[in-house]
């Protein structure tokens, strides 16, 4: 057992499966039933809690957790005192980036903040919602949400929403439209300012994230290897991208080198053909876990 431990928390619900396995491709093995809310993690310089990504930069911030990871949204509504450590805005992974969004119906006559001067907006996202409007100067009645939010403003209950959302398509799908854009999120890998102050915890907060946001550089990309002749060097050179430099090796006893590059995932269904034209034999694509 560590002498020292690091109360780490894992966000439940929408992120939980995705922060879960991210954690599986750096390293950590994080585990616990439907029901436990303390996974067990095959470190024992960690402790995990399970918290709500909409509390867990409140419990960061008290100090009851020395680091988590959560929405930028939800740090800034609850306007918490943490220390961001790292972005992770990822467009594969449900890491995707989201946008709180004013929402009206669609046959609604307002198209712009000030036309809501003096009506109902319901949302789980008050505080920012209410800062939103103030900072444009308009006086509006924001009230929470518990859920259902898209239909409240869709049958006549309030007179517009504020929502999340990622493209956008959902809520057109209900006939509604987005006015105004409040802010966009992303997931956050956030600590307390008294464990990044202990220098034992500040070095385990950033091997996890080196380590998570090394998964996440390695996510929409692939190794390639190849043997090709000297003749084609040059060309086969010039047509891989990579992040510096393809790695070039003479094969023993010929005039034949093997080339290794890191490409973009996309890039490889034309990529792998006309390295082939070009010369280039004993193709080999693999998967990568990180990228540090």
Request: aromatic fraction near 6%.
């Amino acid at each position: 057992m560590s002498e020292q431990q690091l109360t780490f928390g894992i966000p439940k619900g929408s992120l939980e499966k995705t922060t879960l396995e991210l954690f599986r491709r750096s390293g950590w093995k994080i585990q616990g039933g439907s029901r436990s809310y303390f996974p067990s993690v095959d470190d024992s310089a960690m402790k995990c809690v399970l918290a709500r990504p909409q509390e867990m930069s409140r419990y960061v911030e008290g100090g009851s957790l020395d680091a988590g990871i959560t929405g930028r949204d939800w740090t800034l509504e609850n306007e918490s005192d943490v220390e961001v450590v790292a972005d992770f805005v990822y467009s594969k992974s449900s890491m995707r980036p989201t946008r709180w969004v004013v929402v009206v119906n669609g046959d609604s006559p307002v198209t712009e903040l000030s036309q809501l001067q003096g009506k109902r907006i319901a949302t789980e996202m008050v505080g920012l919602t209410k800062r939103c409007f103030a900072e444009q100067g308009v006086d509006v009645e924001v009230e929470f949400s518990w859920g259902a939010t898209e239909a409240k403003v869709a049958q006549g209950l309030v007179d517009a929403i504020v929502e999340v959302t990622e493209t956008g398509s959902t809520i057109r799908a209900h006939g509604l439209r987005i006015i105004h854009e409040i802010c966009e999120s992303n997931p956050q890998l956030i600590a307390s300012k008294s464990a990044m102050a202990d220098p034992w915890k500040r070095a385990k907060i950033e091997q996890i994230s080196l380590l998570l946001n090394g998964a996440l550089q390695a996510e929409a990309k692939v190794g390639l290897k190849m043997n090709v002749p000297k003749a084609g060097l040059d060309k086969i050179v010039e047509m891989l991208p990579s992040i510096t430099a393809p790695t070039v090796s003479p094969l023993y006893g010929s005039d034949w080198f093997a080339v290794e590059s890191i490409i973009s995932e996309h890039e490889v269904r034309d990529l792998i053909p006309e390295l082939r034209t070009a010369g280039a034999e004993g193709i080999i694509e693999y998967p990568l876990n990180k990228i540090i």
